[in-house]
């Protein structure tokens, strides 16, 4: 018999029971869906993060203070945790290929102005932050190296604070007041969005992180500095030098500073995104598995209930292959039309729900492919067993089952 | 010409229950082609049995059977299915026609297997609807079997028996499921497609029905006891005629007792 034929055959075998062949390719459809709004949701997440790694800058390297190379943050009492200006300064003095810096101070603070008030964050940074963090001026200037110098009582603030304190008029040029303290407002930086843990970037003031550790804070140390390598294959020699110049200028005392580079930071953030990928697709995929026992069941039960037409075909001269490849048809249409339906229903709910969450989605191509082919292999798989059954059938024994 | 079935001290004996049965014990057979055979016998008599092996569905226990010049016993599993399929129409007495498919569909079953025919689909319909007319129901073609009256089934297994010009139509117990006019119905239909020179060999233990043949073989305990050509046949659409005027009589009848 052709193949043209035997597919014939199985679809009309699938057509007269419409019904069962739906409620049974539900089970695949189901599982695929779920598999690929599971991988969308988290390859969304995914590149989300991504995304937002980068754009904490470009080629970065930061030094944060406390070592967490030996299970955890160390500290305490006896032990100082700090990473000081001068520690900045010796960087951008001695190391080669850096193309910016910035120490970073920061606190959070009421911020009054106008006669509103607001409680934001107030960040002690160099001139190049700008520049490092790839976020530029909207409007205005970043203060400069002088001011830093001077201890100026300088500011640029985000979009949401500008928003928030001066709704109607150009802040540029206005006082923002910190701690009763008068700070000139120099510029507005443009509008960046959301961190990788959920916070508005834009909520931000910065200061000359001078100003802000004798004026604002008191504090004597700083809570990280930002490093642009000049180039990407600078990163590694930086993060190395760096290393070497904070250890060397802490004398043999344990290391009190980690430096991370933006791929190890992106990692660390995607490795959560890729877990999470991985569990919802496990449990999505377990959901193909019963889909495929459910194919399986309902082939068994096919072929005790065909008995007398497998009958009919095997007197009037079908093969026990024919039979075979009709059964095994029949359970491949159902789970890879159940898989096509799937792909459809999961990219669509996943589109629904990137529109209605606001969830980032992102349907991986590849994702779809595995998920039709796997569906195919659920059905060869779940119809052999129960097909080969049919095959085997005796025409006399099957025509006089009752 | 050679008889296109030749079978020879044939028996079977069924193993499987816990007494072994033997259920045909040495019957030898010629049929000549264009003969219409009645295999008439009693319950158990083993009628099916012989039918069964008459239609390559099952393997004489001893014996030696050649269909069309072919000896079966040198056949495997699925060469038995293609001799099935050319050489051999089925009628079954439950009729057994696939569910929920079309009477079309249904006929044209046979031709979509057989290695050696690769008809288009347009020639596959052709055949199946020309057969559908030879039975007289072109006009139901795309009627589901719970749609036609039992008659008709059975009008469409006969169609489905001959779609692959077959040499030997095989019809165990035809009209078993059937009331008397309906048989009748049926068996001019078999007398038709007789007349066109088609051999059929039927199963029936009804001596009324065998009358429709030309030739009643009669079966007791496995072995043939009668074997004898029909002298005073019944001719199905005289019968038909003879019924339809007893009905109208008896509508008649029916009328003036209401009316009176
Ligand atoms: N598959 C079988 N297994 C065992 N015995 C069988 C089987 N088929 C038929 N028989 C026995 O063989 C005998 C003949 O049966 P069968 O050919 O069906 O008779 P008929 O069709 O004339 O009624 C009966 O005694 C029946 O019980
Ligand atoms: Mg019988």
């Given amino acids: 018999m052709h193949f043209a034929n035997t597919l014939r055959v199985a679809l009309r075998a699938l057509r007269r029971n419409t019904l069962r062949s739906l409620l049974t390719a539900l089970g695949m459809i189901i599982g695929v869906a779920a598999v690929i709004t599971m991988v969308s949701i988290g390859s969304g997440a995914k590149a989300q993060v991504e995304a937002q790694v980068a754009s904490l800058g470009q080629n970065l390297i930061t030094v944060m203070p406390g070592s967490f190379s030996s299970g955890g943050m160390r500290g305490g009492f006896g032990s100082s945790v700090s990473l000081t200006p001068e520690d900045a300064d010796a960087i951008a003095a001695e190391v080669a290929n850096i193309d910016g810096l910035s120490a970073e101070v920061r606190d959070r603070n009421q911020v009054l102005a106008n006669g509103l008030n607001w409680n934001t964050n107030v960040n002690g940074v160099g001139p190049d932050y700008p520049y490092v963090r790839n976020w530029p001026m909207e409007s205005g200037a970043m203060f400069t190296e002088q001011d830093v110098k001077s201890l100026g009582k300088v500011c640029v603030i985000g979009k949401t604070v500008a928003d928030q304190m001066f709704p109607n008029e150009d802040p540029v040029g206005q006082t923002l007041r910190i701690r009763n303290l008068p700070f000139r407002i120099l510029g507005v930086l443009s509008p960046k969005g959301f961190s990788i843990f959920g916070s508005d970037e834009d909520d931000v003031v910065l200061i000359p992180y001078t100003s802000h550790m004798r004026r604002v804070s008191r504090r004597t140390s700083i809570s990280m500095i930002r490093i642009q390598a000049a180039d990407a294959d600078k990163v590694a020699q930086v993060k190395q030098s760096v290393e070497d110049l904070l250890t060397q200028r802490r004398r043999g005392r344990e290391p009190d500073?980690?430096?991370?580079?933006?791929?190890?930071?992106?990692?660390?953030?995607?490795?959560?995104?890729?877990?999470?990928?991985?569990?919802?697709?496990?449990?999505?995929?377990?959901?193909?598995?019963?889909?495929?026992?459910?194919?399986?069941?309902?082939?068994?039960?096919?072929?005790?209930?065909?008995?007398?037409?497998?009958?009919?075909?095997?007197?009037?001269?079908?093969?026990?292959?024919?039979?075979?490849?009709?059964?095994?048809?029949?359970?491949?249409?159902?789970?890879?039309?159940?898989?096509?339906?799937?792909?459809?229903?999961?990219?669509?709910?996943?589109?629904?729900?990137?529109?209605?969450?606001?969830?980032?989605?992102?349907?991986?191509?590849?994702?779809?492919?595995?998920?039709?082919?796997?569906?195919a292999l659920v059905g060869i798989i779940s119809g052999f067993y129960p097909a080969y059954k049919a095959a085997q059938l005796d025409p006399i024994d099957a025509l006089r089952y009752e | 010409?050679?008889?296109?079935?030749?079978?020879?001290?044939?028996?079977?004996?069924?193993?499987?229950?816990?007494?072994?049965?033997?259920?045909?014990?040495?019957?030898?057979?010629?049929?000549?082609?264009?003969?219409?055979?009645?295999?008439?016998?009693?319950?158990?008599?083993?009628?099916?049995?012989?039918?069964?092996?008459?239609?390559?569905?099952?393997?004489?226990?001893?014996?030696?059977?050649?269909?069309?010049?072919?000896?079966?016993?040198?056949?495997?599993?699925?060469?038995?299915?293609?001799?099935?399929?050319?050489?051999?129409?089925?009628?079954?007495?439950?009729?057994?026609?696939?569910?929920?498919?079309?009477?079309?569909?249904?006929?044209?079953?046979?031709?979509?297997?057989?290695?050696?025919?690769?008809?288009?689909?347009?020639?596959?319909?052709?055949?199946?609807?020309?057969?559908?007319?030879?039975?007289?129901?072109?006009n139901r073609f795309d009627h589901f079997p719970n749609q036609l009256s039992g008659g008709q089934q059975q009008r469409v297994a006969i169609a489905r028996g001959l779609v692959n010009e077959p040499q030997v139509l095989l019809a165990d117990e035809p009209t078993g499921n059937l009331d008397s006019k309906t048989s009748v119905e049926v068996m001019g239909v078999f007398q038709k497609l007789n007349d066109q020179g088609i051999t059929i060999v039927m199963v029936t233990h009804e001596l009324d029905i065998a009358k429709y043949c030309r030739r009643n073989l009669i079966l007791r305990d496995g072995v043939v006891v009668r074997d004898e050509l029909v002298a005073d046949g019944t001719i199905a659409e005289e019968e038909m005629q003879r019924i339809k005027a007893a009905e109208a009589a008896a509508k008649l009848t029916l009328q003036a007792k209401s009316e009176a």
């Fill in chain 1, 257 to 375: 500073f980690t430096v991370r580079t933006q791929e190890e930071l992106a990692s660390a953030a995607t490795a959560t995104a890729k877990t999470m990928t991985g569990l919802l697709a496990g449990i999505a995929g377990v959901s193909l598995i019963v889909g495929g026992i459910g194919i399986m069941n309902i082939m068994l039960v096919s072929v005790t209930e065909r008995t007398r037409e497998i009958g009919i075909r095997l007197a009037i001269g079908a093969h026990g292959r024919d039979v075979l490849t009709q059964f095994l048809i029949e359970a491949i249409l159902l789970s890879s039309l159940g898989g096509l339906v799937g792909v459809a229903v999961g990219v669509g709910g996943s589109q629904a729900l990137s529109s209605y969450n606001g969830w980032p989605v992102l349907v991986p191509t590849t994702w779809i492919f595995i998920s039709v082919a796997g569906s």
């Fill in chain 2, 1 to 138: 010409m050679s008889p296109v079935v030749k079978i020879q001290d044939l028996h079977k004996i069924y193993e499987s229950g816990e007494v072994p049965v033997h259920a045909v014990r040495g019957v030898s057979l010629e049929i000549q082609r264009g003969e219409f055979i009645a295999l008439m016998g009693a319950s158990g008599s083993g009628k099916s049995t012989l039918m069964n092996m008459l239609g390559c569905l099952d393997r004489p226990t001893r014996g030696t059977y050649e269909l069309d010049g072919i000896n079966i016993d040198d056949l495997d599993r699925n060469e038995l299915a293609d001799l099935r399929n050319q050489k051999l129409g089925f009628v079954f007495q439950g009729f057994n026609l696939l569910a929920r498919t079309t009477a079309l569909e249904n006929v044209e079953l046979p031709m979509l297997y057989g290695r050696h025919r690769k008809f288009s689909m347009d020639k596959i319909r052709e055949r199946a609807m020309h057969c559908l007319e030879i039975v007289g129901l072109a």
